[in-house]
């Protein structure tokens, strides 16, 4: 499969507490991107890092990109019910827009 | 940022029919690309189209059955033929805009073949 992996397919934790989604991928990339997706509708971009980047942070949001190892971490900080969806990072080769997904996170916030 | 407005947002079609989603975004763009989500799936690339020339389909896509239109540079569509019950997923469009290349997402289609 063309598909990176993610882990844990699924993550259940209380409001107020972290969360950690890792990324990994196979190919050499341009740019790596995180998504949210809430019930299966459209997906809304969360941020964008560049392969000569290592971390970046919007808001409650921190990702890491770790090009050696082909991986990637989305960092939730202080999480609310409303973060409750499935995340996916996306990855972008050298030279080409079109992405390749990762299979997802599905997060719980319990209140 | 991009706007992607897509339609329609959902549809239950006779398999055996066709159905076409549009997509149309806020600016000019030189290529577009459609998704395919599988209920409890990750996204999977369709194809690229791009304007002026026929749309490049990914591995397993085949554009008799995905054909693809691009009249120009802010809309396309997306027709998916002769359905069955396994076309039934959430199909999405995207472009990616900007000097870092963000891809943008219209909300999708889902789609429900009986």
């Known amino acids: 499969s063309q598909q990176g992996e993610e882990d844990p397919q699924a993550l259940s934790i209380q409001e107020g507490e972290n969360a950690t989604m890792n990324c990994s991928y196979k190919?050499?990339?341009?740019?790596l991107q995180w998504y949210r997706q809430n019930s299966g509708r459209g997906l809304v971009h969360l941020i964008l890092?560049?392969?000569?980047?290592r971390e970046k942070h919007s808001g409650r949001l921190r990702v890491t990109l770790d090009t050696s190892k082909k991986s990637s971490s989305l960092l939730i900080t202080a999480s609310r019910a409303a973060d409750t969806a499935s995340y996916f990072c996306?990855?972008?080769?050298?030279?080409?827009?079109?992405?390749?997904f990762g299979q997802g996170t599905r997060l719980t916030i319990n209140p | 940022s991009a706007v992607i407005s897509q339609k329609p947002s959902r549809d239950i079609c006779q398999r055996g029919t066709s159905l076409t989603i549009q997509c149309q975004v806020d600016?000019?763009?030189?290529?577009m690309f459609w998704y395919r989500q599988q209920p409890g799936q990750s996204l999977t690339l369709i194809a690229t189209?791009?304007?002026?020339?026929?749309?490049?389909?990914e591995s397993g896509f085949v554009i008799d059955k995905f054909p693809i239109s691009r009249p120009n540079l802010t809309f396309s569509t997306l027709t998916v033929s002769n359905m069955s019950p396994e076309d039934s997923s959430i199909y999405l469009c995207?472009?990616?805009?900007?000097?870092?290349?963000?891809?943008?997402f219209g909300q999708g289609t889902r789609l429900t073949v009986v």
């Open positions: 890092i560049r392969s000569n980047e």
């Open positions: 996306a990855t972008a080769a050298q030279g080409a827009q079109k992405l390749v």
């Open positions: 190919t050499s990339i341009n740019n």
């Open positions: 189209a791009n304007q002026g020339s026929e749309a490049t389909y």
């Open positions: 600016s000019q763009v030189t290529m």
């Open positions: 995207s472009v990616a805009v900007g000097p870092r290349d963000e891809a943008f």
